[in-house]
């Protein structure tokens, strides 16, 4: 068993926990931002590609700071697996951030110049995140005197080798399925919930785990605990005894 703190606050809340005046401005936020999305068009492009790709150049510095907080974390293992880490909090910041600036084309016109900008932007984002994603193994080299190098454990490779895929509709999922899998011990609900996104029938579970894994260590483990490997296998294991999901070899 794990000890860890969790906040006293969380999405299971009930109505007595929640205060009416903040429940109506998350209201007011939300529907004035499905209205502005709703009615966005070709023109609103430039507007939206600017504020997503500011964003998104925050993040990324962020995530930058929090992997080099990793790799000299010396209490969180071996150098190698905090430079897996590390690089497991860039990678999944910029394929974050690319998804971002790629689902702005639903308000662009094909080959229109909204799209060339967005595409644009695009590119801009994948050359930050190679800068930073060098200036870490520089980093790493020259901070700890050695190369970086990523090899798979012999976990990660079977990880790497199968493929969850949804079986189940999508009704027993939500009834039976997914309740009769139960998470293990140690992953939290919120974790859970990330890894069922996940599966999408292309990703295979160490695809699956990294995103997961980076998430925890960008907010912190201490907040809902870490995810581990182990566990991640653990679940869709028990996701595939219950009939939810089958495994395929990748």
Not at 68 to 79: F, H, I, K, V
Request: glycine content about 8%.
């Amino acid at each position: 068993m794990t000890l860890r703190i969790r906040p006293n606050r969380s999405s299971d809340d009930d109505l007595w926990q929640v205060d009416a005046t903040q429940l109506k401005r998350n209201a007011f936020v939300i529907a004035c931002s499905a209205f502005t999305l709703a009615s966005a068009s070709e023109a609103d492009v430039p507007r939206l590609t600017a504020l997503v790709l500011g964003g998104a150049h925050q993040r990324l510095g962020r995530e930058s700071e929090a992997a080099m907080n990793r790799l000299m974390d010396e209490t969180a293992g071996p150098a190698a697996s905090r430079n897996k880490d590390a690089v497991m909090l860039l990678d999944t910041a910029a394929w974050r951030e690319s998804g971002a600036i790629e689902s702005l084309k639903a308000f662009a016109d094909q080959g229109g110049p909204g799209s060339r900008l967005i595409g644009a932007a695009g590119d801009q984002l994948k050359k930050l995140a190679a800068a930073m994603r060098t200036g870490l193994d520089a980093f790493y080299q020259q901070a700890l005197g050695q190369k970086p190098e990523l090899l798979l454990s012999e976990e990660e490779k079977q990880a790497a080798g199968r493929i969850p895929v949804w079986k189940a509709a999508l009704l027993d999922l939500l009834t039976e399925k997914l309740k009769l899998a139960g998470p293990p011990e140690d992953l939290h609900g919120h974790y859970i919930f990330e890894i069922n996104n996940l599966i999408d029938g292309r990703r295979s579970t160490l695809d699956i785990y990294r995103p997961v894994r980076a998430a925890a260590l960008s907010a912190g483990e201490w907040y809902y605990g870490p995810v581990d490997l182990g566990d991640t296998m653990k679940y869709l294991e028990g996701l595939e005894k219950s009939g939810a999901i089958a495994f395929q070899a990748k």
